[in-house]
Nanobody
């Protein structure tokens, strides 16, 4: 059982930056592909970014390319989401998740964190 804990969310003005972190309890963290998803009020959860076990392959949703970037540090059992040039439409609860394979579909992910709120004011 992998336990995931997100941190780093908060309130930021449009154009600002945040870095989300997701720490994993599992020593075999490096055996999982990791993803970030988000869910805005009244909307379905959507894919944001994913990264392979080694970090050599990455995927980003078109809506965030060039602004949000995923990375990982396997020595620290942590995956990050660097968020820049934030927009009000980025406001959502952000979740990290672990999967056995890299992909954008939420059904691939077996383990989920509790989420961290990101609010971007205009």
């Amino acid at each position: 059982q992998v336990q995931l804990v997100e941190s780093g969310g908060g309130l930021v003005q449009a154009g600002g930056s945040l870095r989300l972190s997701c720490s994993a309890s599992e020593r075999t963290f490096s055996s999982y592909a990791m993803g970030w998803f988000r869910q805005a009020p009244g909307k379905e959860r959507e894919f944001v970014a994913a990264i392979s076990r080694s970090g050599g392959a990455k995927m980003h949703a078109d809506s965030v390319k060039g602004r949000l970037s995923i990375s990982r540090d396997n020595a620290k059992n942590t995956v990050y989401l660097q968020m820049t040039s934030l927009k009000p439409e980025d406001t959502a609860v952000y979740y990290c998740a672990a999967a056995n394979s890299l992909g954008a579909q939420s059904r691939l992910y077996d383990y989920w964190g509790q989420g961290t709120q990101v609010t971007v004011s205009s």
